[in-house]
């Protein structure tokens, strides 16, 4: 099973900053098959990327992914109020999907 | 616009079986190739993908539940559903049901439904 390590686990940013968020898999993740989610409270997550880089449709492009093998990022360049969320990582390279424990994005 | 929603007992005695439906709208369920999945999360914790279906009836489960798990489609329905026996108070969570382009990648979500096993 591949193990998803997210850190860091709560990320305090004011909005206008830019975020990085990393994704490291305990063994390498083929084809890059990585997604990532954003969260909100009470509601479901949401598809942000794919493909390691691929934004999700309507996907605003301060959002981005980048990364292969184990060691994955999401970075956010310029944080709007609607960031501020909670993020997973997830592979769908080997069963089964895993995701991370999720990063915490909160207001500064 | 695809749209999924969950339906089904919140509450589920210990040793139980818990069945969930996500009935999908914004087109026939047939219209799309998508694989259909669950996703669980418990309350203050993180996500577990269950197990996804094709509309041809192909099946992967996460090797932890595959004993217990049973998904299967109705394309007559626009409908896939969930059953989970033996159930614990460790699957007490909320229940998502999702659509994909890809295996377990989930592109669309239902709301989710809370599925609470207690006596």
């Known amino acids: 099973e591949i193990v998803l390590t997210q850190s860091p686990g709560t990320l305090s940013l004011s909005p206008g900053e830019r975020a990085t968020l990393s994704c490291r898999a305990s063994q390498s993740v083929s084809s890059n098959y990585l997604a990532w989610y954003q969260q909100k409270p009470g509601q479901a997550p949401r598809l942000l990327i794919y493909g390691a880089s691929t934004r999700a449709t309507a996907l605003p492009d301060r959002f981005s992914g980048s990364g292969s093998g184990t060691d994955f990022t999401l970075s956010i360049s310029r944080l709007e109020p609607e960031d501020f969320a909670v993020y997973y990582c997830q592979q769908y390279a080997s069963s089964p999907y895993t995701f991370g424990q999720g990063t915490k994005l909160e207001i500064k | 616009q695809l749209q999924l929603q969950e339906s089904g007992p919140g509450l589920v005695m210990p040793s139980e079986t818990l069945s969930l439906t996500c009935t999908v709208s914004?087109?026939?369920?047939?219209?799309?190739?998508?694989?259909w999945g669950w996703i669980r999360q418990p309350p203050g914790k993180g996500l577990e993908w269950i197990g996804s279906i094709y509309n041809d009836g192909r099946t992967y489960f996460n090797p932890s539940l595959k004993s217990r798990v049973t998904i299967s489609v109705d394309t007559s329905k626009s409908q896939f559903s969930l059953r989970l026996n033996s159930v614990t108070a460790a699957d007490t969570a909320v229940f998502y049901c999702t659509a994909g382009g890809g295996i377990a990648v989930a592109g669309a979500w239902g709301q989710g439904t809370l599925v609470t096993v207690s006596s």
């Open positions: 914004g087109g026939s369920i047939s219209s799309f190739d998508y694989s």
